[in-house]
């Protein structure tokens, strides 16, 4: 919801998420904040479509790494594991 | 942001046996590291340099870089935080070499500094009862399954999402979301301020968050 009593509006909260996320904002701010997701659906959905896409992302499986660039690390490593300076890769 | 900020992470016992493997020659362990770094470190290359290929030089250069490092390697910082560090000096000094570097403040793109969400879905400042309201508000994901969440394609959608941002964008969402580094650790390895780094993260959860919604709501329909 917004006003003109300084209530944020909901353009102004999604720009926030990120902030309130990280605890970035002021202490006022974050009462502002809280006091619209409390009475604003669209807004608290937003927020948890923004912690869940977090979540999704925190599990994206790792990708796969060049295997001929593996290779010619492997090889840098025995080379610098019998003991001269490894050389340059590519 | 100075190094001194990041030199007060200290090693962790596990990186501790992990250089010492390394030290001893334990090749199994070196694979590990490579295949757990390597593709953020192309992300955070990326930042510097503009082909693929020249980040994937840097990215070897880095690991024979870490190699050669290695025997000085004091465990003032965590182990990740020192290969990225070797990483970012190796991208710089590969970009300062390369004409065709970009400056990183140019990387967000022209444009790219405005709403983060359409805004068409929200009602007019001119709106007599509610502007700056929703006008088409997003759909609750409360009912969507935890499994559809995180189902092989909802991710593949998600890395694309990814893998299209803005180079900074990108490398601050891989460090942080996926690698699940802190604001912190970011803001040091890239010398940027925690400003600067928050909204490059916004956007670039903003962007993901709208891919995922474009599908989700698809298949709902």
């Known amino acids: ?24 904002l002021m202490e006022a701010e974050e009462v502002r904040f809280e006091e ?26 790792p990708e796969a790494v060049d295997v001929e660039a593996c290779d010619r690390l492997i090889h840098a490593f025995r080379t610098w594991r019998a003991g001269s300076e490894p050389e340059s890769g590519s | 942001m100075t190094s001194t900020d990041a030199e007060q992470q200290i090693a962790s016992p596990e990186d501790l046996r992990t250089v010492e493997a390394l030290r001893a020659g334990d090749e199994r362990v070196f694979r590990e590291l490579i295949e757990r770094y390597t593709a953020s470190m192309i992300r955070v290359a990326l930042m510097y340099v503009r082909t ?5 030089e840097v990215v070897q250069d880095t690991w024979i870089g870490v190699l050669g490092s290695l025997p000085r ?38 444009g790219d500094d405005g709403p983060t969400v359409d805004p068409d879905r929200f009602l007019g400042a001119d709106h007599p009862a509610f502007p700056g309201h929703w006008a088409s508000p997003p759909r609750s994901w409360e009912g969507t399954p935890e499994q559809e969440l995180l189902a092989g394609e909802t991710r593949e ?16 969402i891989s460090l942080r979301d996926v690698e699940g580094w802190s604001s912190q650790e970011v803001c040091d390895l890239l010398a940027i301020s925690e400003g600067n780094q928050r909204v490059l993260l916004h956007r670039a959860r903003a962007k993901v968050r709208e891919a995922l919604e474009e599908y989700l709501d698809g298949r709902a329909a």
Do not use: K
């Open chain 2, 52 to 56: 693929r290929p020249v980040a994937e």
């Open chain 1, 1 to 24: 919801m917004s006003d003109a009593q300084g209530m944020l509006s909901c353009r102004e909260v999604v720009e926030l998420v990120t902030a309130y996320l990280e605890g970035a």
């Open chain 1, 36 to 61: 619209h997701l409390a009475m604003c659906d669209g807004c608290a959905a937003y927020l948890d479509q923004m912690r869940r896409t977090i979540d999704v992302a925190g599990r994206l499986d």
């Open chain 2, 157 to 172: 959608r998600v890395q694309d999402a990814i893998d299209m941002l803005p180079a900074s964008q990108r490398a601050v």
């Open chain 2, 73 to 110: 390697f004091e465990g003032r910082s965590s182990l990740r935080t020192w290969i990225f560090r070797i990483l970012a000096n190796q991208a710089r000094t590969r970009a300062r070499r390369e004409a065709r570097s970009v400056p990183f403040s140019s990387l967000a793109g022209p």
